[in-house]
């Protein structure tokens, strides 16, 4: 597949990162083999960048990455563009506040996929990230934008950027593509340790009010201050 080179500064930096991104999902072991993808927004163009379909991770580079419009058709790229395209783009179609968006098939995350049970949110940590559980969207076959519908309809209006696509795996989103990739880490992080309680017991639950002040906390004073 070869469609005309689009060119920029933009679009070659979204390669480089998505490219790169894809190498801490093998490093936080939330992919197996080819699966799993991070695909990213091109500020200001109706364009979103991602992975080529069944490619080895070793084989990952800026160059290989596919571009496409915000239909799922290839802009630009000698591959087929992952299988979840289709999804993603409907995703960036219909939530213009997401810049990236992430799909794992994570063990543990996957678990709760497979049970169409959302992760309670029980610590702190979930509290801080996801704001609220980790829900559970609707069991959708790939191939058309009918996990984007799930993925959009579950989280939209929902504090929490993962959502566990029933019998399927883990999609995040985020205001970029490193902030998707960040709670698909926490997310397979938190649905591991809250297996791991369920098997001593039932898990302790935290006040609403509370989960709502770590998450204010969190989402508005932790870390560094922005420079100005």
């Known amino acids: 597949m070869n469609a005309n080179k689009t060119t920029g500064t933009t679009v070659d930096l979204i390669r480089r990162q998505v490219s790169d991104l894809h190498q801490e999902l093998v490093r936080y072991g939330l992919v197996v083999w080819t699966a799993g993808n991070v695909s990213a927004r091109v500020p200001g163009e109706d364009l979103l960048v991602i992975k080529p379909s069944g490619v080895s991770y070793d084989e990952l ?20 563009p992952s299988s979840d395209t289709a999804a993603h783009a409907y995703v960036y179609r219909t939530m ?26 029980v610590l702190t940590a979930m509290a801080d990230e996801f704001g609220a559980e980790i829900p559970v969207g609707p069991f959708a076959l790939i191939g058309d934008d009918s996990i984007g519908r799930g993925i959009v309809d579950t989280l939209r209006g929902h504090r929490s950027p993962a959502v566990l696509m029933q019998n399927h795996g883990v999609f995040t989103i985020g205001k970029d593509a490193r902030a998707a990739v960040k709670a698909a880490v926490m997310c397979e992080d938190v649905a591991r340790t809250v297996h791991l309680s369920r098997q001593l017991g039932e898990p302790l ?14 989402q508005n004073v932790y870390g560094q201050p922005q420079a100005r």
Do not use: F
């Open 61 to 80: 580079s800026p160059e290989n990455m596919i571009v496409c419009d915000l239909d799922g058709k290839v802009v630009e790229g000698e591959h087929a």
């Open 96 to 121: 213009p506040e997401v810049g990236g968006v992430v799909h794992t098939h994570s063990t543990y995350a996957c678990a709760w996929a497979a049970r169409g049970e959302a992760v309670p949110c």
């Open 205 to 218: 639950p935290i006040a609403q009010a509370d989960i709502d002040s770590l998450n204010h906390r969190y």
